[in-house]
């Protein structure tokens, strides 16, 4: 059976909504984001990405790069209901989908006995759905797995619609240059460069271990990926029975409050995916792996289901004080499980509307800039 996965992403996402909603922002350069001095560039229509505006670059330095543009602070509450509408589209089209930020998201097309032919059918279809839907256009990439249907959908933008077949993966990927691929960021790809490695045709025929020098552990799956091989699933959190998150550190740690920050940080992972999966939980486990590879778990449950990062971050450390810190530690991890679709207002362990309210806001930040860009403080 054919493995197909889809991965879908919105152009221009809160910059097109805007000019959706307002006539008079169409086909003109039109940069949304936070308009204080130090503000910064959330995104920008393809109009203004000609002038080189783009995502996170200071308000102050697109007004100079693009004088003549319209600038607008962002609406989250608009650019949430947007997102669920294609979240909704995304459901029509496959059981398995995994959402990845507030405008896009991997769909598994695997299982349905769909052929290469069917796939530009495919992709053309659910463009024209969410179209018609939303008035909104999305850019596709079709692919035998989630690297290259990422890959696929961000080569073709705005508009786009590219498939990529298995037997063409590594001869399509070999000329891009190493940075377009996942997992290199921009130091790895000055150590990639210092080898004389520049293109992911480099990386694909290059020797693990000399790839290893630039790459460390990560070596053996950026090399798979640039010859177009990557057998992650996707994932839907609402069909999993837990939901955690784990970290094995570079180096071993020391020391419960060390640990106690690191376990704030998971805590909240695990509470933002599933808040994101609409989802909450009774059960909640501590994994610590000492350094001599033993590891302990422990675990509590609650009668009412909790889903906020505080409830989390509470349980755990409770759970703290039934390990030994003493030892170095090699992993953490939080996990929850007893999971069940978040109904009516969820029972805080904590009932506070505050808080509610900072996770809701909390979350909306997470979805526009990815999970990490958040850490609560002590
Ligand atoms: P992206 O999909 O990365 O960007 P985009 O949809 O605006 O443009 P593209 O056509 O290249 O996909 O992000 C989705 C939304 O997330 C984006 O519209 C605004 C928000 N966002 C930020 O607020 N800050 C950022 O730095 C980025 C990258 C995105
Ligand atoms: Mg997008």
């Known amino acids: 059976m054919t493995r197909w996965v889809m991965h879908v992403d919105m152009d221009a996402f809160f910059a097109s909504v805007e000019q959706l909603d307002h006539l ?14 130090r503000g910064v560039v959330s995104t920008c229509s393809y109009e203004a990405r000609k002038f080189g505006v783009h995502s996170a670059m200071p308000i102050a330095e697109a007004k100079r790069l693009c004088p003549q543009g319209i600038f607008v602070p962002g ?39 769909r052929l290469v032919e069917d796939m530009p059918k495919l992709g053309s279809e659910i463009k024209e759905r969410i179209k018609s839907v939303t008035g909104l256009t999305a850019s596709v990439g079709i692919a035998p797995n989630k690297f290259l249907a990422k890959f696929a959908s961000d080569l073709k933008k705005p508009d786009g619609l590219v498939v990529i077949r298995q037997e063409e993966a590594e001869t399509f990927l070999a000329p891009y240059p190493i ?17 004389g490695i520049t293109k992911i045709g480099d990386i694909a025929k290059c020797n693990e271990e000399y790839l290893k020098h630039a790459l460390g552990s990560n070596a053996e799956f950026v090399k798979c990926l640039a010859k177009g091989l990557d057998d992650r699933p996707v994932e839907n959190y609402r069909e999993a029975k837990s939901i955690g998150k784990e970290t094995t550190f570079l180096e071993d740690l020391k020391g419960k409050e060390v640990c106690r920050q690191k376990l704030l940080d998971l805590s909240q992972q695990v509470g933002w995916r599933l808040r994101n999966s609409k989802l909450c939980g009774h059960t909640i486990t501590l994994k610590v792996k000492y350094n001599d590879f033993r590891v302990n778990t422990r675990s509590i449950t609650t009668e009412a289901p909790i889903s906020f990062d505080e409830d989390i971050f509470v349980l755990v450390v409770k759970l703290m004080d039934k390990v030994n810190w003493s030892i170095p530690i090699r992993l953490l991890g939080v996990a929850i499980s007893k999971l069940e679709l978040e109904g009516e207002p969820i029972l805080s362990l904590v009932v506070d509307e505050k808080l509610e309210k900072r996770n809701q806001v909390l979350d909306a930040i997470k979805n526009k800039f990815g999970e990490d860009i958040i850490k609560r403080g002590k």
Request: proline residues 4%; negative net charge; glycine residues 8%.
């Open 75 to 113: 609406r989250m509450w608009r650019y949430a209901e947007m997102s669920e509408k294609i979240m909704h589209i995304f459901d029509e089209y496959s059981p398995l989908v995994e959402p990845l930020s507030i405008d896009e998201a991997f769909l598994d097309l695997s299982g349905m006995d």
């Open 179 to 195: 940075e377009k691929m996942f997992g290199i960021g921009k130091r790895a790809a000055e150590e990639l460069h210092k080898l």
């Open 24 to 37: 008079e922002y169409r086909n003109k350069p039109l940069i949304v984001g936070g308009c204080s001095k």
